[in-house]
């Protein structure tokens, strides 16, 4: 299998690092592949032969993000259907999305965009799945809104807070303590876990 050289690699990357720029910016409709390239100060030709079109340089901006999130959605497959494995499927999302928050930022500034592509629809059929791991059939109504709304708080959290003044780190803990929150309102719910919580979802306390 032949594996591209790293000057190959390095000018797909740059090509996805001024089209990342530029459709944050400019959003994705008002970017031309011509722009880019006189961007970057090649040829259309030499576009083409990393990326046939525009969408194809979108969808592998979120190739890693769609990694980590089948990554984490396999494992929370594997795990009990109980409230700390819930809290702790939590606590990999939030890390999961710190990653890709660039990507993150394009996809909120090109929502309407985005749901008439196949990227839009494989964001959307992961945020499903992982959804499927928060909810149960058997459960109340309000229980399984709650499971849902925290997983929408840790999306939509670092987004809504950008504004407010405090450390990232320091609000993705807040962020992520509502979140905890909310699924320990249910059945089986313990505290929600801080930034002292050990892996289980339990917080250290002094002896």
């Given at each position: 299998?032949?594996?591209?050289?790293?000057?190959?690699?390095?000018?797909r990357?740059?090509?996805?690092?001024?089209?990342?720029?530029?459709?944050?910016?400019?959003?994705?409709?008002?970017?031309?592949?011509?722009?880019?390239?006189?961007?970057?100060?090649?040829?259309?030709?030499?576009?083409?032969?990393?990326?046939?079109?525009?969408?194809?340089?979108?969808?592998?901006?979120?190739?890693?993000?769609?990694?980590?999130?089948?990554?984490?959605?396999?494992?929370?497959?594997?795990?009990?259907?109980?409230?700390?494995?819930?809290?702790?499927?939590?606590?990999?999302?939030?890390?999961?999305?710190?990653?890709?928050a660039?990507?993150?930022?394009?996809?909120?500034?090109?929502?309407?965009?985005?749901?008439?592509?196949?990227?839009?629809?494989?964001l959307?059929?992961?945020?499903?799945?992982?959804?499927?791991?928060?909810?149960?059939?058997?459960?109340?109504?309000?229980?399984?809104?709650?499971?849902?709304?925290?997983?929408?708080?840790v999306?939509?959290?670092?987004?809504?807070?950008?504004?407010?003044?405090?450390?990232?780190?320091?609000?993705?803990?807040?962020?992520?303590?509502?979140?905890?929150?909310?699924?320990?309102?249910?059945?089986?719910?313990?505290?929600?876990?801080?930034?002292?919580?050990?892996?289980?979802?339990?917080?250290?306390?002094?002896?």
């Amino acid at each position: 299998m032949n594996r591209p050289t790293p000057r190959r690699k390095d000018t797909r990357e740059r090509i996805q690092a001024v089209a990342l720029q530029a459709f944050s910016e400019r959003g994705y409709d008002k970017t031309s592949l011509r722009g880019i390239t006189d961007q970057l100060g090649i040829t259309k030709a030499a576009l083409y032969y990393y990326f046939q079109a525009k969408e194809d340089i979108l969808a592998s901006l979120f190739d890693d993000l769609y990694r980590r999130l089948d990554e984490l959605i396999d494992w929370g497959r594997r795990q009990p259907r109980t409230n700390e494995a819930k809290q702790e499927l939590l606590r990999r999302y939030s890390r999961t999305l710190v990653h890709a928050a660039p990507i993150l930022s394009l996809a909120q500034e090109n929502q309407a965009t985005l749901r008439e592509t196949t990227v839009g629809q494989r964001l959307q059929d992961r945020v499903s799945a992982l959804a499927q791991l928060v909810v149960e059939p058997d459960a109340p109504l309000i229980e399984n809104v709650r499971g849902i709304t925290a997983l929408l708080t840790v999306y939509f959290g670092p987004i809504a807070t950008q504004d407010l003044p405090g450390d990232p780190e320091e609000k993705q803990r807040a962020v992520l303590d509502v979140a905890a929150g909310l699924l320990a309102q249910g059945p089986g719910g313990g505290p929600p876990p801080g930034p002292d919580a050990a892996p289980d979802g339990r917080r250290h306390h002094d002896d």
